[in-house]
């Protein structure tokens, strides 16, 4: 009985042993690097035809499709969801776990054992030392040193003898235990990211210029309810001057409550998304509806008079206030452009690039005219007599293409990002420097003896200690001299 | 003003400054060392003046577009850090920066030999990727306070682990015994690489005229010789890589009489690696990656999708975090450790420009 119980132990401290060790934190390492080259080169959650096309150049057209089903089976299409990778990166979780629990009570004992005088021998066999002579008095000798030592913010702690003062002190004590905060920000990380997945959802939603939804879709057949009403007031591209770069994508969101009461109202672009009930909606694409029919939105402006707003349908016609001229929407182009060659106007692109109404003008007693008014470029609606009709949009035709996203676990995401950043400054930036100075008189003279240890950046630690001796050595000579 | 003046005089500067440094190692004349030195400060100098007059410039672009933006919001999006060109050549300031502060503190020349050709490759790669340089409007993705941080800190980060790996190439062939070590052969073939993509970019740089280099995206890269439509002359161009990695491989153990005959010792050359690191790691998992998953967030509505970008700037961290744990809590040493930086080092500019040049990915906006 006694035997098995020792065996279980055993065999539970090997086990112990085995997940605490760094030799499998490297071979975790090594294994999660390799393997996620994989799902770089493999097209992810892609069409089986891309990836039987990009395997057919490295395999030959015959043996791509088999390739493929093997890979297929070993879940490289959608790799950093599949079984293995999800273990490896649990056992990651594991390793940092059970290797923080492992070292930090000896870490801890190291942060708390408090600091002793340290023996001149003792003081020798350190690896940064210093010895020093003065022809000075103990007392004078040790505040110069307590005071240098506080200019470089030590505190010095203080073990008196018969003729020795023994001065210990020590700094950033804490920065030994920043590594187990950053093993412990990305524990955070996976737990944030287990959130997620687990209560959170991502979706996308086209919505139409004037349409409203209820739900969002993670994809065409799986709807989720959003638990209130969100409707696309309008979709807008912007350019910049001159040329066809976009320079913003908007979308007026409005979001209605189950009560179809207004709650929320705002312009999203893209980095500047809108959240309702922890649901927050990214402008993410945008296009045309193919068969839709929209209005035309024309602001007029007689001349002398006040601007006035119009929607037209197709073949619509409308006057101008205050005058005998009529208009009638003729013609539309999504993207107009005047072809170089032949001179002649023409449609360069099916997306609303740059959108153009041709109006039919008439007026009894003249010839109609057509003239074709373009968004972009307000001047082309200035009319002979001083009138204006200007172009402001081509509406309910364009739908905007919203990324719907809800993760629960996203503060705790940004909580683990800011922990580790500390994290990581700490470990790399701040040592564990550790002193100590005995002073011995020796009839006439004094003699010092310096010892330090620092856990890294050892380079500017002796420059420290250089830094603390020139500056007891400067009022220890100063003093004298007086 | 135009910036461009500046930035040419900068990039004649680095080559000049690469070619000194490799003299100073052969010759090991201080005065030589000393012009080496002062030749690169000089560039840097004239790049930093560039790259204060096209923020300028671009900030004002981006005001005559966006009237209605602040001072500050303008200052963010004016910086020049929108396309290939503009990160390139911020990428081979930061490590000309981070180089001069390693050769002030540790008062040693001789790493320039290795650090300056990673900034000719780049300047180098700017023309014959034929990426433009003009100010392009910020598309609407990019249009976030995060560019500049994120930008910022990942290519600090970058030029640090730049110079890890050029001290990790140079203590790698002080402590190599003999050819036929693992290590070396290692080395030869991936400091062979560098080279022959040097010499190759070199000449793409010298087969096109100022008019094609001036040519809105046209990529040339290696397409004089490796990439060569003629599959004679890409396979001729081949075999004399192949031969030239052979002959780095023979000749290069004479680099190490050369080192050992400065005042390097594979010590200091080791503490440089690991002290890079140690920068490095830092504002590359700060900057690059939480800044970068955070910027997703705003922008995508997920902080991580494992995109190509993404899974290789997480390749290079794991590299770097196992440097870290293997020399740090394994006690591993010497060529094991050298090795690492190295492999860190090719998984940086793979994620650099091996995902947007071989790879597709929601990133693609920086092959423009």
């Known amino acids: ?482 | 003003m135009n910036s461009s003046v500046f930035f040419d005089i900068s990039a004649g500067a680095y080559i000049a400054a690469m070619i000194i440094y490799i003299i100073y190692l052969v010759v090991r004349n201080r005065n030589v060392g000393i012009a080496a030195s002062g030749i690169t400060i000089f560039g840097f100098v004239s790049q930093t003046t560039a790259l204060i007059i096209r923020w300028v410039n671009s900030y004002h672009f981006w005001v005559s577009s966006n009237p209605d933006s602040g001072f500050v919001e303008s200052i963010l999006r004016g910086a020049p850090l929108r396309n290939l060109y503009e990160s390139l050549i911020f990428f081979v300031w930061s490590l000309i920066l981070f180089h001069l502060f390693v050769e002030f503190k540790y008062k040693n020349r001789s790493i320039g030999a290795f650090v300056t050709p990673l900034a000719a490759l780049a300047l180098l790669f700017i023309d014959v990727s034929g990426s433009t340089k003009e100010i392009q409007p910020l598309i609407p993705a990019l249009q976030s306070n995060w560019l500049l941080f994120h930008v910022l800190l990942s290519f600090l980060g970058y030029a640090a682990f730049g110079v890890s790996f050029g001290a990790a190439a140079a203590y790698i062939v002080m402590v190599t015994e003999s050819r036929k070590e693992l290590p070396y052969i290692f080395w030869s073939i991936t400091i062979g690489i560098f080279l022959v993509v040097l010499v190759a970019m070199g000449i793409d740089f010298l087969s096109i005229s100022t008019a094609q280099r001036a040519e809105f995206i046209q990529n040339h890269f290696l397409k004089t010789t490796l990439r060569n439509p003629s599959p004679a002359v890409a396979g001729v161009s081949w075999i004399a890589a192949v031969i030239l990695i052979f002959l780095f491989w023979k000749f290069g153990l004479g680099l190490r009489k050369v080192l050992s005959g400065m005042n390097m010792t594979p010590a200091i050359l080791d503490e440089i690696t690991y002290k890079s690191i140690a920068v490095g790691f830092p504002l590359f998992t700060i900057g690059g990656l939480i800044m970068g998953a955070i910027w997703a967030n705003s922008a995508w509505g997920k902080y991580w999708t494992w995109d190509p970008k993404e899974t290789w700037s997480l390749i290079t961290w794991f590299v770097y975090a196992l440097y870290l744990h293997a020399r740090f809590v394994s006690g591993w040493r010497g060529k094991r450790v050298a090795i690492l930086s190295v492999v860190g080092f090719v998984a940086v500019i793979f994620t650099y420009l091996g995902v947007n040049l071989v790879l597709s990915g929601l990133h693609a906006y920086g092959s423009g």
């Open chain 1, 1 to 482: 009985m006694e035997e098995n119980e020792k065996e279980k132990t055993d065999l539970f401290e090997s086990i112990w042993k085995f997940l605490a060790s760094v030799k499998l934190a490297i071979a975790v390492l090594i294994i999660l690097a390799l393997s996620s080259i994989i799902g770089t080169i493999v097209e992810q959650k892609a069409e089986p035809a891309r990836n039987i096309a990009l395997l057919a150049k490295f395999f030959g057209d015959t043996a791509a499709p088999t390739v493929y089903n093997i890979f297929a089976k070993l879940g490289f299409m959608d790799m950093y969801g599949s079984w293995w990778f999800t273990t490896f990166l649990a056992v990651f979780s594991i390793n940092l776990i059970v290797c923080s629990i492992d070292r930090l009570p000896k870490t801890w004992r190291v942060v708390k054992s408090p600091q002793k005088p340290l023996s001149d021998s003792a003081i020798k066999s350190m690896p940064l030392r210093k010895e020093l002579t003065f022809k000075t008095a103990l007392s004078e000798a040790r505040d110069a040193f307590i005071k240098a030592l506080g200019s470089l913010r030590y505190t010095a702690q203080e073990a008196p003898e018969q003729d020795t003062v023994r001065l210990y002190t020590q700094k950033g004590k804490y920065a030994r235990l920043a590594v187990y905060v950053v093993h412990l920000s990305i524990i955070l990380i996976f737990i944030g990211a287990i959130i997620g997945t687990r209560f959170g959802f991502r979706g996308y939603l086209n919505l139409p210029e004037g349409r409203a939804s209820t739900v969002a879709f993670k994809s065409p057949t799986e709807p989720i309810e959003l638990g209130f009403t969100v409707k696309c007031n309008w979709y807008n591209t912007l350019y910049y001057e001159g040329g066809d770069t976009p320079r913003e994508f908007q979308s007026e969101l409005v979001i209605l409550d189950s009560n179809g009461k207004e709650v929320m109202k705002k312009v999203i672009e893209v980095n500047d998304p809108l959240t309702y009930q922890g649901i927050t909606f990214f402008q993410s694409s945008y296009g045309m509806m193919s068969e839709a029919q929209g209005y035309f939105v024309l602001d007029i402006t007689p001349s002398g008079g006040s601007e006035k707003r119009v929607w037209l349908r197709y073949g619509d016609s409308f006057d101008i206030p205050g005058t005998a001229i009529r208009g009638k929407i003729h013609d539309f182009s999504p993207a107009l452009t005047r072809d170089r060659k032949t001179g002649r106007l023409t449609t360069y692109s099916d997306k609303m690039v740059n959108p153009a109404v041709a109006i039919e003008f008439s007026q009894q007693g003249k010839d109609p005219y057509i003239g074709w008014i373009l968004n972009r470029y307000p001047e082309t609606g200035f009319l002979p007599g001083g009138h204006k009709v200007s172009f402001a949009d081509y509406w309910g035709v364009e739908y905007t293409g919203l990324q719907v996203s809800k993760d629960p676990g996203v503060w705790l995401i940004y909580l683990a990002s800011i922990i580790m950043a500390v994290g990581l400054y700490v470990c790399f930036f701040i040592s564990h420097r550790k002193i100590w100075i005995n002073i011995s008189s020796d009839r006439k003279s004094v003699r010092v003896s310096m010892g330090g240890s620092t856990n890294r950046n050892r380079i500017n630690f002796e420059r420290e200690l250089d830094r603390i001796a020139s500056e007891a050595t400067k009022a220890i000579e100063g003093r004298s001299k007086k």
